[in-house]
């Protein structure tokens, strides 16, 4: 069975950092894309960055120079390094793959920033 599980997320003043992991199952996980979402309340759901089996990454453009996407395909995680935050960042933080024709999402974890 897919599964994502996210975890990392947490209360942090504006101007801190976070770094989120998702660890995925259930794919082969070297053959495909990762992606991070968010979702703030009452706001549609967000591509923030996004990484290829071989490491190419790219980023939405609210957070460029800010965070950085990342992979470990030994220990099948994908990261999401968050320097320099602003409430806006406020969000749950969701990792999504593509397999079997179909979407998969974690459960998401919940970032906050504020003072």
């Known amino acids: 069975q897919v599964r994502l599980v996210e975890s990392g997320g947490g209360l942090v003043q504006p101007g801190g950092s976070l770094r989120l992991s998702c660890r995925v199952s259930g794919v082969n996980f070297r053959l495909h894309d990762m992606e991070w979402h968010r979702q703030a309340p009452g706001n549609q759901r967000e591509l923030v960055a996004s990484i290829t089996g071989g490491g190419s990454a790219d980023y939405a453009n609210s957070v460029k120079g800010r965070f950085t996407i990342s992979r470990d395909n030994v220990w099948t995680t994908v990261f999401l390094q968050m320097n320099s935050l602003r409430p806006e960042d406020t969000a749950v933080y969701y990792c999504?793959?593509?397999?079997?024709?179909?979407?998969?999402w974690g459960q998401g974890t919940q970032v906050t920033v504020q003072g």
């Open positions: 999504r793959t593509r397999a079997r024709g179909r979407d998969f």
